[in-house]
């Protein structure tokens, strides 16, 4: 197995100026735009030959002994020895262990990052790594290659993920796409309060049928391959010379 690469990161400054002061000039606009067209075509050459992945979610901020970070260590274990690719956001913490797992048991590793003026630097555990400029193309592109998420313990961001997953689910954008929540202790008032929302009425408890809340990694593994054993197929995919897709 070849060394990991480490992809250097950028230093990024804020930009809230920037997107806080309304229209912009028509040629700012058009860059713009034109920046978020090679963003998403960058990331799709890149990655339409990675293969089927399971995106695994959570927080850049737990060391290697943590619990969790072994845990998600043991997902990227699994995940490749179900033959999948593990895909997360490219970055410390719980991406670095999912995508380690994976490195580390012969199994494809991918990182998604995102350029942040702190915090997010990419791990080594991975074959190929793509940097983001804007969070919703990084998670357009998540979201794209993925036949599950698996989502650790995490802050505002693994919150984001997983409940605009949840609102592509209860939309039909998505169907059949399991959804782990993994750790208990953590996430029992969470669950709690999706309960009261079902209550309530204003979500449909067939919303949360697709989500398995559990500490078992075991668990999480069937619960993912149940589904996709029973709605997904692989579709090889060709490479085609004229478009300068090399091996």
Not at 126 to 148: D, G, M, N, P, Q
Not at 171 to 176: A, G, N
């Amino acid at each position: 197995m070849k060394a990991p690469i480490k992809e250097r990161q950028p230093i990024i400054p804020a930009k809230s100026h920037v997107f806080l002061e309304g229209p912009k000039a028509r040629s700012y606009e058009l860059a713009f735009a034109w920046s978020v067209l090679g963003q998403f075509i960058r990331a799709f050459r890149t990655l339409h030959f990675v293969g089927p992945c399971i995106t695994v979610f959570g927080s850049a901020r737990f060391s290697d002994d943590h619990p969790y970070y072994v845990a998600a260590r043991e997902f990227g274990k699994q995940i490749a020895s179900m033959g999948f690719t593990t895909m997360t956001g490219g970055g410390p913490g719980i991406m670095e262990a999912a995508n380690r797992g994976a490195f580390e048991n012969n199994g494809v590793s991918i990182g998604c990052n995102i350029q942040l003026p702190f915090e997010q630097k990419g791990n080594v555990y991975t074959h190929k790594s793509i940097t983001f400029e804007h969070f919703f193309v990084r998670k357009v592109v998540l979201a794209k290659y993925s036949y599950a998420f698996v989502i650790m313990p995490g802050g505002f961001g693994t919150m984001d993920e997983l409940f605009e997953t949840l609102t592509l689910v209860q939309t039909k954008t998505v169907t059949q796409f399991p959804i782990v929540i993994f750790g208990k202790s953590y996430y029992q008032e969470l669950w709690e309060y999706l309960e009261f929302m079902a209550e309530q009425e204003t979500i449909s408890r067939d919303d949360l049928k697709l989500v398995l809340l559990t500490d078992s990694i075991s668990e999480a593994m069937d619960h993912i391959h149940t589904y996709i054993q029973a709605n997904y197929k692989v579709k090889q995919r060709q490479r085609r010379w004229w478009l300068l897709e090399k091996r």
